[in-house]
T-cell receptor, first 113, second 114 residues
Framework: AQSVTQLGSHVSVSEGALVLLRCNYSSSVPPYLFWYVQYPNQGLQLLLKYTTGATLVKGINGFEAEFKKSETSFHLTKPSAHMSDAAEYFCAVSGTGANNLFFGTGTRLTVIP | NAGVTQTPKFQVLKTGQSMTLQCAQDMNHEYMSWYRQDPGMGLRLIHYSVGAGITDQGEVPNGYNVSRSTTEDFPLRLLSAAPSQTSVYFC?????????????FGPGTRLTVL
């Protein structure tokens, strides 16, 4: 069965500090993993994805995530938070059939000036 | 390209009313889907389509119908609205049906059922 757990529904960081958003997954097949960002009153935008190959994936806006199979994790990081990073972040895993996604419950990131 | 468009942006219904949420994409995408977003629950798949004339159920299909008569359009019908269907609805599409394909999301429709 496919599922995603995001630890921490709210995360606050100071501007310039490290951002770390946690995601653990469960998958009955080799996982394809995604991070999406949602700004207020908008749709979801892809930040990055892991399919195969390099386990460290770089995305837009300076974010990156590392696929760790042994830990079933795909945590999202950014070295230095910016005010514009304030948003809700969703981790997702692909289903076993068609291109269906299973989402975590989301983490709201607040950046403190 | 306009990408994925959804109408209306906001809608208020009374219990028992029916309505159709519209979704269109101009990217010639094969795969289209509907999700609902509820606080603390993330997004959950309602229905999806892997091509014109083909639809299937997702995780939470009850109370919703879909059809896909063209590649571009994928409307979601609420047959008899209930307060439990108050939610934000997102339509998404991807070029193919591979598990690796990126899904592109519309701006959403905020629905309130009284």
């Amino acid at each position: 069965a496919q599922s995603v757990t995001q630890l921490g529904s709210h995360v606050s960081v100071s501007e310039g500090a490290l951002v770390l958003l946690r995601c653990n997954y469960s998958s009955s097949v080799p996982p394809y993993l995604f991070w999406y960002v949602q700004y207020p009153n908008q749709g979801l935008q892809l930040l990055l994805k892991y399919t195969t190959g390099a386990t460290l994936v770089k995305g837009i806006n300076g974010f990156e995530a590392e696929f760790k199979k042994s830990e079933t994790s795909f945590h999202l990081t950014k070295p230095s938070a910016h005010m514009s990073d304030a948003a809700e972040y969703f981790c997702a895993v692909s289903g076993t059939g068609a291109n269906n996604l299973f989402f975590g419950t989301g983490t709201r990131l607040t950046v403190i000036p | 390209n306009a990408g994925v468009t959804q109408t209306p942006k906001f809608q208020v219904l009374k219990t028992g009313q029916s309505m159709t949420l519209q979704c269109a994409q101009d990217m010639n995408h094969e795969y289209m889907s509907w999700y609902r977003q509820d606080p603390g629950m993330g997004l959950r798949l309602i229905h999806y389509s892997v091509g014109a004339g083909i639809t299937d159920q997702g995780e939470v299909p009850n109370g919703y119908n879909v059809s896909r008569s063209t590649t571009e359009d994928f409307p979601l019908r609420l047959l008899s609205a209930a307060p439990s269907q108050t939610s934000v609805y997102f339509c998404a599409s991807s070029y193919g049906t591979s598990r690796a394909d990126t899904q592109y999301f519309g701006p959403g429709t905020r629905l309130t059922v009284l």
